[in-house]
């Protein structure tokens, strides 16, 4: 005897294309394989949706199931709100609502409480497909992300003069060790004295003439934390101060051996007679920012690449805007090549210290590329 749902609404699907009980056990497991294939709807609601829904299963009987949207909506169906079977299925719409959920949330008191179980169920897609499309997308997996965001948080909070303790809570941190084990890696120093404006830290820089305008080195006892190119030190030495209004900074006339070798090695890489490697830095940086210098930092003298092509390089093709915003968050120009980066058509993009500077840098080079290999 036929049920309720297939007397009233008989299937729009093909036989051959595939049978109810297979169909039936796609939407049970939440199939997010299946979505391509079919949807079904639900008699005593009146919605259809994808197999991959998270919302309630119905029973058996009242389901039918169809090969298209347009099929569901002929036989008096209407689309459910939670997982838009309406809508050309895309998986950075799922990633889309994947980060936005972990936005809304980044200040939950533990990293376990945004789970990709958590997260699959809310986007509809299974845990291990919506970690591959997330890093594929962001270049971050969801955890690396949420790490992210709370480092940001914490900042924010930090700036705005509250406690540590404090400013760990509304970030979303569990514990005043979590927060300090992230501090390397994300702010360059302590929160605390991050919170300070850079209290306590000791930066000493100088400047420069160069072909190119006036240039400011800024050094930690960690590496090298500010390679800036501009008009005049003026410039450049108020934007040293923003980001570490309270920090100890002193130019120094005489450097030490170490940091005067950089700055010499530095005004070369400026020059372009040759590329600046071997440098340590001390930057603030997420990993999918590392991720993506280090791949500049590979690109020949006199070479470019499109941000495409660095996406690509990097393994996330799709991230190709989260490449460029890396390339405008780089502190140390030269260090990290990013005028070695251009638009796909050519043109050169943007550039942190002008576009002039980038297209006389990268002529430089090339020319000094040309002359090695005449």
């Keep these: 005897m036929q049920s309720l749902a297939r007397a009233i609404f008989p299937t729009r699907m093909k036989s051959s294309e595939l049978d109810d009980s297979t169909a039936w056990e796609s939407v049970l497991r939440r199939d997010p394989s299946a979505d391509a294939r079919f949807l079904y709807g639900v008699t005593t609601t009146g919605i259809y949706c994808r197999p991959s829904c998270p919302s309630r299963r119905p029973k058996r009987d009242n389901v039918a199931f169809f090969s298209s949207a347009e099929a569901a909506e002929r036989a008096g169906f209407r689309a459910c709100q939670r997982c838009r079977p309406d809508r050309a299925k895309e998986p950075n719409h799922a990633v889309e609502r994947a980060r936005d959920y972990i936005d809304a949330h980044v200040s939950d008191l533990s990293d376990e409480r945004i789970t990709l179980e958590l997260l699959g169920e809310h986007v509809g897609l299974s845990p291990y497909h919506l970690q591959r499309k997330f890093k594929e997308t962001l270049g971050l997996s969801p955890a690396q992300y949420t790490?992210?965001?709370?480092?940001?948080?914490?900042k924010e909070e930090l700036k705005r003069g509250g406690t540590v303790s404090r400013a760990t809570y509304e970030a979303g941190y569990g514990s005043s060790s979590r927060v300090y084990d992230d501090a390397g890696s994300q702010l360059g120093m302590t929160p605390a004295t991050y919170r300070r404006g850079g209290a306590g830290a000791s930066i000493h820089y100088l400047t420069a003439s160069t072909s190119l305008g006036t240039l400011l080195v800024a050094a930690t006892d960690r590496g090298i934390c500010a390679v800036t190119l501009g008009d005049d030190e003026a410039h450049l030495e108020m934007a040293l101060e923003r980001?570490?209004?309270a920090a100890s900074r002193t130019r120094v006339q005489e450097p030490s051996s170490d940091f005067g070798?950089?700055?010499?090695?530095?005004?070369?890489a400026v020059e372009g007679d040759r590329a600046a490697g071997g440098i340590p830095v001390d930057i603030q940086a997420?990993?999918?920012?590392?991720?993506?210098?280090r791949e500049l930092q590979k690109?020949?003298?006199?070479?470019?690449?499109?941000?495409?092509?660095?996406?690509?390089?990097i393994g996330s093709p799709k991230a190709v805007r989260a490449v460029a915003s890396a390339c405008a968050r780089n502190k140390v120009a030269v260090l990290i090549p990013c005028h070695r980066v251009i638009g796909q058509g050519g043109s050169l993009g943007g550039y942190r210290w002008g576009v002039d500077r980038k297209k006389r840098l990268l002529a430089k080079e090339r020319a000094t590329s040309e002359e090695r290999t005449s």
Excluded: C, H, M
């Design 147 to 154: 790490r992210a965001r709370k480092s940001e948080r914490l």
């Design 243 to 245: 980001e570490y209004p």
């Design 286 to 293: 997420s990993a999918f920012q590392w991720k993506v210098w």
């Design 261 to 268: 070798r950089w700055v010499n090695e530095i005004v070369a």
């Design 299 to 313: 690109i020949p003298l006199g070479e470019t690449r499109s941000y495409t092509e660095v996406a690509q390089a």
